[in-house]
């Protein structure tokens, strides 16, 4: 439980430092009402009324105190432009990119232990060779160029055939249905994005598991369990694999913290309400409050992400909590 506290404590206290950076940084940048200014139409009186709202004439560090109180009491408070609650929208955008970051890394990790330990299981053969190249390629494929082929492919199919596989754009249809027409539905949405944000994390994977496993494999614990005879299949399955994972788990907190970023590209392309639209949208308007939220969420997931990659990995490893 010391171990847990000592984590959790420690995140709580880079949130904090995290959220001191994200707005001094962003204030840094220029006027928060540059783009109202820049309106047509906008009196003075209803300006000034936003600048005693949002306390834009105080100091920044009063205005960071008034911003802080707003994102732990208030769920982040208003944005510039329109005066809406942030938290809703943002809230949306956060559970729509994580059924795309989430589906994409169990996709990930599945099928990177499977490559990752027959390469490991058959070092130099054929498949070793061909998965090796596969995960080089994987690295080199720009994601936003995959997901524009992927596009053209199914378009091309849908209209040479007439049966829609995939949806090329947005998280449900207008007539989704219920049950299980509505979940055949997203997943049909789903699909093109998670498949384009897997591939680069299958590469990266595939090389640390098969690398693991013939650090593992070679071990001197391996060598004695094949000496008494035990079965290759379970040597590599309950001797190898657990052990093999652990670098694993470390590259899966890292993994996702990086899916997040890549959603901005991936949800704009494919036009879904995700946290990456959010961000493209809250850039586009400058609505410096609508990024601050975004920053921060952005940052408690990552934090989030590695305490939980500590916790799982001294549960793998009873060492660490020594």
Known sequence: MRFVFQRLAFSLVVLFVA??????GISAIGDPLGEIRSQPGISHEALQRLIDKKHLDDPLIIQYGYWLRDLLFNQFGTDLLFDRPIWPELSRALGTTLQVVL???????LVAVVIGTLAARYQYSLFDYGTTLASFIGYAIPVFWLALILQILTVN??????????YISG????????????????????????????????????????????EVI??????????????????????SLRNATLPLVTVIGVSIGHLFNGTILIETIFSMPGMGLY????????????????????????????LITDLLYGVLDPRINK
Request: charged residues 15%.
């Open 19 to 24: 959220t001191i950076i994200i707005f001094f």
């Open 103 to 109: 589906a994409a890394e169990v996709l990930a990790i």
């Open 157 to 166: 199919f849908y209209e040479a055939t007439g049966i829609r596989i995939f």
């Open 171 to 214: 998280l449900s249809s207008d007539d989704a249905g219920t049950g299980f027409a509505w979940l055949v539905d997203r997943i049909q949405h789903l699909v093109l994005p998670v498949l384009v944000l897997s591939i680069a994390s299958i590469a990266s994977h595939s090389r640390y598991v098969r690398a693991s496993m013939l």
């Open 218 to 239: 070679n071990s001197d614990y391996v060598r004695t369990a094949r000496a008494k005879g035990v079965n290759e299949r379970t040597i590599l399955l309950r001797h």
């Open 279 to 306: 961000f493209f949208n809250a850039l586009n308007t400058r609505d410096t409050y609508s990024l601050m939220a975004w920053l921060v969420v952005t940052s408690a997931v990552m934090l989030l992400m590695n």
